[in-house]
């Protein structure tokens, strides 16, 4: 079999990604386990060079990140790879993360898996989407217990 080496770039443009403010917010250990992640990924680079970094709160079944795409149109202009810290940080989205790998301008790379290559970044897409509808299942199945012993649900400061 032929394997085609992967060029890669030493210019990084960085996303970083929680679901909701809930989990913390900007300032979050969520946020600071991806900067540990993604600093431990550079060191291990020849010459990394940061050309920027995104930040956003939004979940990652939401296609339309405005920090995202600022990421991916610096990663185009710059020639620059984009790094996320785990391909769920990403999306949870197989179609979506197959779409980016498609893009000619856009070299995805995953500090937590430093080696991986296009075929391995999707198959831990295909993992990441079958995760996002177990954690579904469980968060349904736990409200539905929790109704049960009668926990109320919503803003209690909206009028019915």
């Known amino acids: 079999m032929n394997v085609k080496s992967v060029e890669t770039t030493s210019k990084f443009v960085l996303y970083l990604r929680i679901s909701t403010?809930?989990?913390?917010?900007?300032?979050?250990?969520?946020?600071?386990?991806?900067?540990?992640?993604?600093?431990?990924?550079?060191?291990?680079?020849?010459?990394?060079?940061?050309?920027?970094?995104?930040?956003?709160?939004i979940s990652g079944?939401?296609?339309?990140?405005p920090q995202l795409e600022a990421a991916l149109?610096?990663?185009?202009?710059?020639?620059?790879?984009?790094?996320v810290q785990k391909v769920d940080r990403l999306s949870r989205d197989v179609e979506f993360v197959a779409r980016l790998l498609k893009d000619k301008q856009?070299?995805?790379?995953?500090a937590n898996l430093p080696n991986a290559d296009?075929?391995?970044i999707h198959l831990f897409a295909a993992l990441s989407s079958a995760?996002?509808?177990f954690i579904s299942q469980r968060t349904k199945a736990a409200m539905a217990v929790a109704k049960l012993k009668g926990t109320k649900f919503g803003n209690p400061n909206i009028a019915q």
């Open 21 to 57: 403010a809930k989990s913390g917010g900007i300032d979050s250990n969520g946020i600071a386990a991806q900067e540990r992640d993604l600093n431990i990924f550079l060191a291990g680079q020849k010459d990394p060079v940061t050309v920027g970094k995104f930040v956003e709160v």
């Open 73 to 83: 149109n610096l990663c185009r202009e710059t020639g620059s790879s984009l790094l």
């Open 106 to 110: 856009i070299q995805l790379r995953v």
């Open 118 to 120: 296009n075929f391995q």
């Open 61 to 65: 079944a939401c296609n339309e990140r």
């Open 131 to 133: 995760e996002r509808e």
